[in-house]
């Protein structure tokens, strides 16, 4: 069941969208050659609490981080780790999220650390165009299958793969909401948008092939190919006016 959100929730649901959106530009503006992931997985629980809000994802299905961290050929669900020291030249996936008043935030976005490959750089480029993208298409009229198909036609027409198993999803009360927004679809197709759905707009996309490959920890994706993965997010809620972001600290709350 799709869970449709009142305009006062949606309001709610913005104090959630803007911590999250904070913590993730903080978080990000860290990112640098010889941080470790635990160390920015630390600074992100830290500043979730410091405004009383409670880290989305730690504890989630076990899940022990406030942030995922995936670099290069991971894709998502990377575990933070003492172990993983970011260098120069890799990409970084951070996703996070924060729970305020009882409402989810959730949101990602890549980094370069230091100077990146022009792929590299390209891949990024890509991948934020195919969120604002599927944002801009989350709008009363559409349907799911309309995002789906914005978000991969910029990625294929660039030739990149659109990652299958790992989508988008509803947001709420509960991370995990009804219905999942997959990154890939036909135009007209789906379940039709209608004012109150609030959706996580997530478009994972490889440099290479789109396969991906599970790894033992139960979490990691990476990709089958081991070439570069990138991941940008956002919360969205569709109104009678369009896509409104809500994991979004001020300004920019719409796709364009
Ligand atoms: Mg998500």
Redesign the pocket.
Known sequence: MIIRKSPAEIEAMKEAGRLSAKVLREVGAHVRPGVSTLELDELAEKLIRAEGGVPAFKGYGGFPGSICASVNEQIVHGIPSADVVLRDGDIISI?TGAIVEGWVG?NAWTYAVGKISPEKRRLLEVTERCMWAGVDAARPGNRLGDIGHAVQAIAEEASFGVVREYV??GIGRA?HEEPNVPNYGRKHTGVRLEPGMVL?I?PMINAGTYKTRAMPDGWLVVTRDGRPSAHF?KTVAVTEDGPVVLTCEEGRRRPV
């Open positions: 996703d959730d988008g999803h991370m996580a997530e997010e």
